[in-house]
């Protein structure tokens, strides 16, 4: 009886997490080939710098600075697109709210938690 109330739940489970990694390894793909393409690309320019005299630990320090700048222009690109779709879903979110009545004057950019007076707060006023 208990193996049959959790047999759903742990079908899903099963089910998020199958997901969970063949997202994760399709990630992992991608980065790869996003990584592999710019170094494919620069095996002149690097072979260049070993035979000037370049450490090997120089050139291997270069594909990790570039990633990282790829990943801060990524992640850059990504939070500004993300309130920028946030500011054009508001006004979806706003109609809703005013049909049910919730929410009003509350938007996903709101940051009321922010202004509370703590001294008011432990008052419980």
Do not use: N
């Not at 047999?7 to 969970?20: C, I, S």
């Not at 939070?79 to 946030?86: K, P, Q, T």
């Not at 879903?89 to 938690?113: E, F, I, M, Q, V």
Request: proline share 5%; charged share 20%; with cysteine.
């Amino acid at each position: 009886m208990i193996s049959d109330s959790v047999a759903m739940p742990r079908f899903r489970t099963f089910l998020v997490t199958t997901f969970a990694v063949v997202a994760l390894l399709l990630a992992m793909a991608g980065v790869y080939g996003v990584m592999a393409y710019p170094v494919s690309q620069r095996t002149g320019e690097l072979g260049l710098r070993m035979t000037l005299g370049c450490a090997p630990g120089g050139v291997v320090r270069l594909v990790p600075a570039r990633a990282l700048a790829m990943a801060g222009a990524g992640l850059v690109a990504g939070v500004g697109l993300s309130f920028a779709g946030g500011r054009c879903d508001d006004s979806a979110l706003r109609c809703a709210a005013r049909r049910l009545r919730w929410l009003h004057g509350c938007g996903p950019g709101d940051r009321r938690a922010s202004r509370i007076d703590p001294a008011v707060a432990l008052r419980g006023k």
